[in-house]
Structure formats: structure tokens, C-alpha cells
């Protein structure tokens, strides 16, 4: 997903300290996966608290924004993705994006991405996306958003 932080926020898996597994609620699947097996080392072996500037370095959020920004910068982003493209390509877009981290292979995700791919070409809001896309192409104006 795309994470949004203010310079104020940190980030802390201090399971271990409390007396917990740090495999609580996925965290062990998830954070090797999305800052690497180091920084999730420390994350959970020694419950290291993580600010904002380094969560952005280490890719566990997107941007870091000014407090009084972060609402409007959420909702922005929001907008985008959901302009993007077909609904239909957006959810399949996610899913794919979802089991990339736990596929068994790269040809078990490229079958999920295949399949993805079959799903979108068969749906009557495509037509549409490809002749605003050209429209936009040779009007100069880049990538369509509807």
C-alpha cells in the first residue's frame, strides 16, 4: 500500500519486550519483505523504534509530509490511484501486488499476473481506456486518466 508519514511519526515492533512472539499479527511474514531482513531484525529482535526520515529510507512508507499536509497528501494520492485506470484493473493490480510477497515462484506469480492480465481484456470498460489513452497520445497530453 502506499503509507503516508508526518516527521513525527515512528514506527515500533516491541512484541519481544512485551513478552510476545515478534510474529504477531504478520509482522514477521511482512516486514522482512518490506524493509529487509536486517532492519526487520532489528525492528523485532530489539523492538528499535524507527522515525519517520529513516522509515522513508527503508521503504516502509512512501513520503514523509508536514503535519498540516498530511491529510490533503493522503487524499491526493487516494485520487490518483483510484483515476489510474479500470476499477477492475486496479483491484487485480493490488491482488498481484499482494501475492508477489508470498509467491512460492516467479512462475507461480507470473501465472497470477497472466491471469490478471486475461481478466482485465475481457472487460467492457477497456474499449475505453485504450481510445483515451490514444486520444491522449496524439494530443500530446501523456498518459490517459479517466
Known amino acids: 500500500d502506499i503509507r503516508i508519514a508526518s516527521p513525527s511519526a515512528f514506527f515500533e515492533a516491541s512484541f519481544l519486550q512485551l513478552g510476545l512472539s ?16 536486517g532492519a526487520a531484525s532489528e525492528m523485532l529482535l530489539m523492538g528499535k523504534r524507527v522515525g519517520a526520515e529513516r522509515a522513508l529510507s527503508l521503504g516502509l512508507v512512501s513520503a514523509v509530509v508536514a503535519e ?5 497528501t493522503a487524499r491526493d494520492a487516494a485520487v490518483t490511484v483510484l483515476q489510474a485506470g479500470s476499477r477492475p484493473g486496479l483491484r487485480l493490480t493490488k491482488e498481484s501486488l499482494n501475492a ?12 497470477l499476473e497472466d ?8 472487460d467492457p ?3 475505453d481506456y485504450v481510445a ?6 496524439r494530443a500530446g497530453k501523456g498518459v490517459a486518466r479517466l
Request: with cysteine; glycine share 10%.
Open 22 to 37: 515478534g510474529g504477531e499479527l504478520g509482522s514477521s511474514y511482512f516486514l522482512p519483505r518490506l524493509v529487509g531482513i
Open 68 to 72: 498540516d499536509l498530511l491529510r490533503s
Open 100 to 111: 508477489a510477497a508470498g509467491a512460492s515462484s516467479l512462475e507461480a506469480h507470473l501465472a
Open 115 to 122: 491471469r490478471a492480465q486475461l481478466m482485465c481484456l475481457r
Open 125 to 127: 470498460s477497456l474499449r
Open 132 to 137: 483515451e489513452h490514444v486520444r491522449r497520445l
